[in-house]
């Protein structure tokens, strides 16, 4: 059971990538629960643009703990998170990338939970696949969301081909 918990916090505290480097910028929060002496539960909307993809931006909406835990920074957030990415100007990307690689990444608890946006590409119909989950070491969370940029022309540049970017 030591050896669980020692692991669990040595996955947990691993290396920060790239992609978890980057600080998502808040667009606004909504308070959901009143609380009389303490800070409200929220819902606060955040938008991120993809590392590797020159021309998407995602927003993601997420709950945050108010309360007295959430005060000092220990309550566990919800899994429950949407995600809605789109494409903002022309495509480009920055280099090759496998299905599934993280795009961003957060804690989302003290120690054992994070978020994660991924990416994929559907390159039949050259569209960028977005997914946002929640996940623990040793257990995971089902709930998600997706979210799809088809790449289209933007002015008088054709789309890039989501396809020829990927890892063989």
């Not at 998407?56 to 220990?74: D, K, L």
């Not at 929640?134 to 890039?160: F, Q, Y």
Request: charged share 25%.
């Amino acid at each position: 059971m030591l050896k669980r918990i020692a692991l669990a916090l040595v996955l947990a505290m691993g290396a920060v990538t790239g992609a978890a480097a980057q600080d998502p910028d808040l667009i606004f929060k909504k308070s959901t629960v009143w609380r009389a002496l303490t800070p409200d539960d929220k819902l606060a909307v955040y938008g991120v643009d993809d590392p590797l993809v020159e021309g998407v931006a995602c927003h993601y909406t997420t709950p945050e703990r108010g309360g007295i835990a959430g005060t000092f920074g220990v309550a566990e957030e919800v899994s429950d998170i949407s995600l809605s990415c789109r494409q903002i100007g022309p495509v480009r990307f920055k280099e090759r990338f496998g299905q599934g690689d993280v795009a961003f990444s957060e804690r989302r608890s003290l120690i054992f939970k994070k978020m994660q946006i991924v990416r994929g590409c559907d390159a039949k119909r050259n569209t960028l696949v977005y997914m946002v989950y929640s996940d623990r070491p040793i257990e995971g969370s089902p709930k998600n969301s997706t979210s799809s940029v088809p790449l289209m022309p933007w002015g008088t540049e054709a789309p890039a081909k989501c396809g020829e970017w990927l890892n063989k």
